[in-house]
């Protein structure tokens, strides 16, 4: 160890100049390679972030303009939908009314029907008297044997 603290002692002039060059060099590297470098690639990021900012404004604007024509598209749609269900219930109104005038119909038609089997069950009642008076009178015409 002392041998080599010996050594370090006597050169140490050249050791300290050696240093001192290589310090020299890393401060020349420092300032004119590795600070533009940095600085290069600060402004390739900040160039990145511009053009990420500028595509998201884009993609904004696309994106605004394609839902407001989804919003009138859909609109457009309602409104097609509202004015068929308009129209179809229309129809079903207008179906039910026929249908409803037909109800009335068979019910007008059972009732008459009814009626006349009431008035055929009196013709047959009184027909039946007719005959029976009838065969009471040509019994009561006829001469006694």
Do not use: C, H
Not at 10 to 34: K, R, Y
Not at 93 to 105: E, L
Request: proline share 3%; hydrophobic share 35%; aromatic share 8%.
């Amino acid at each position: 160890m002392r041998k080599i603290w010996r050594w370090t002692q006597d050169n140490a002039g050249p050791i300290t100049v050696t240093l001192a060059v290589l310090g020299g060099f890393a401060a020349i590297i420092q300032f004119s390679v590795v600070r533009p470098m940095q600085q290069g690639f600060a402004a390739v990021n900040q160039r990145i972030d511009d053009q990420i900012r500028y595509i998201d404004q884009r993609f904004d604007a696309q994106d605004r303009s394609i839902n407001q024509r989804f919003d009138a598209q859909d609109r457009s749609i309602n409104q097609r939908f509202d004015a068929q269900d308009k129209y179809i219930n229309q129809r079903f109104d207008a179906v039910n009314q026929r249908f409803d005038a037909q109800d009335r119909r068979v019910e007008d038609l059972v009732r008459d029907v009814s009626e006349l089997r009431k008035l055929n069950d009196r013709v047959i009642r009184n027909e039946t008297r007719i005959d029976t008076l009838t065969e009471q009178l040509q019994t009561a015409d006829a001469p006694s044997p």
